[in-house]
Nanobody, 124 residues
């Protein structure tokens, strides 16, 4: 399995971006998937994910109401829609796939596969 993340860029506060994570190999139905972000000197932070069946999504508290995770099975792609972006959302965003237990869902170590990261910069 390989994951390819894209869609990052420079956006003004209040703006929007849509990140994409294209998977090669069977992912949907086999693994849960998540989006993490990381800033220099900090650990990767889980901003949200979708379970293996696609029926359940969850989000970091600061992302609720602003970020939306979806997937398009026909394109083997997961999306992260970022709305109402804030400067504190600036980070490198990564997609990941794995089957973490609930208590480890926010741990980067619990995921098997990672995309290469895409930079999101929110600045005026």
């Amino acid at each position: 399995v390989q994951l390819q993340a894209s869609g990052g860029g420079l956006v003004q506060p209040g703006g929007s971006l849509r990140l994409s994570c294209v998977a090669s190999g069977r992912v949907f139905g086999r693994y849960g998937m998540a989006w993490f972000r990381q800033t220099p000197g900090n650990e990767r932070e889980n901003v949200g994910g979708i379970n293996r069946s696609g029926g359940i999504t969850y989000y970091l508290d600061s992302a609720k109401g602003r970020f939306t995770i979806s997937r398009e099975i026909a394109k083997n792609t997961m999306y992260l829609q970022l709305n109402s972006l804030k400067p504190e959302d600036t980070a490198v965003y990564y997609c990941a796939a794995g089957n973490p237990i609930l208590s480890s869902i926010n741990s980067a170590d619990a995921y098997y596969y990672w995309g290469q990261g895409t930079q999101v910069t929110v600045s005026s």
